[in-house]
T-cell receptor, first 115, second 111 residues
Framework: EAGVAQSPRYKIIEKRQSVAFWCNPISGHATLYWYQQILGQGPKLLIQFQNNGVVDDSQLPKDRFSAERLKGVDSTLKIQPAKLEDSAVYLC?????????????FGPGTRLTVT | TQLLEQSPQFLSIQEGENLTVYCNSSSVFSSLQWYRQEPGEGPVLLVTVVTGGEVKKLKRLTFQFGDARKDSSLHITAAQPGDTGLYLCAGPKAAGNKLTFGGGTRVLVKP
């Protein structure tokens, strides 16, 4: 079974530029998550989708971050404009969405460096 | 403020030594998960503990959930270089399947 795919793996941009990340979850998984992991810290949830609807985006900086999950499968996360403090690894995860506390499967992440 | 506090933040030991990592909270969790994350990869689930006082073993790794379901520990016996990584505990928030993660413990096992 294929795992969660993310691209690109690495991205370097200058501040005030825009960037987009792509995620393809495990086939059949209804729930998709985007996390931000700053170096030396645990992942922080940015947004959670159930199918193509947003369940939680309370920690998403909506003035610069946006995310969508068209057709309830792939998802994109965009930052515009980027700030230095956005430098982090952006992790996508998916789960079946069947029960609380279930395992989440993570992709390898996209390492973003903002200079 | 993180709901889950992990300690220590960093641990460096020699191959063959034992180590314990702690995950503490002032909140009660219905379950706690332990993940290991290797450089350049996403976290991978090791175990989920559900019942207060529960002990689970995974080869040389022993996981314990506190009686009050507010804390958990991970003990590694005879650590090997392959155990090197970032160990994260995580628990579901009030509703849905949102996970809150601890800050992680970075473990380095030197040969």
């Amino acid at each position: 079974e294929a795992g969660v795919a993310q691209s690109p793996r690495y991205k370097i941009i200058e501040k005030r530029q825009s960037v987009a990340f792509w995620c393809n979850p495990i086939s059949g998984h209804a729930t998709l998550y985007w996390y931000q992991q700053i170096l030396g810290q645990g992942p922080k949830l940015l947004i959670q989708f159930q199918n193509n609807g947003v369940v939680d985006d309370s920690q998403l900086p909506k003035d610069r971050f946006s995310a969508e999950r068209l057709k309830g499968v792939d998802s994109t996360l965009k930052i515009q404009p980027a700030k230095l403090e956005d430098s982090a690894v952006y992790l996508c995860a998916s789960s079946s969405g069947e029960y609380r506390g279930e395992e989440q499967y993570f992709g390898p992440g996209t390492r973003l460096t903002v200079t | 403020t993180q709901l889950l506090e992990q300690s220590p933040q960093f641990l460096s030991i020699q191959e063959g030594e034992n180590l314990t990592v702690y995950c503490n909270s002032s909140s009660v969790f219905s379950s706690l998960q332990w993940y290991r994350q290797e450089p350049g990869e996403g976290p991978v689930l090791l175990v989920t503990v559900v019942t207060g006082g529960e002990v689970k073993k995974l080869k040389r790794l022993t996981f314990q959930f506190g009686d009050a379901r507010k804390d958990s520990s991970l003990h590694i016996t005879a650590a090997q270089p392959g155990d090197t990584g970032l160990y994260l505990c995580a628990g579901p928030k009030a509703a849905g399947n949102k996970l809150t993660f601890g800050g992680g413990t970075r473990v380095l096992v030197k040969p």
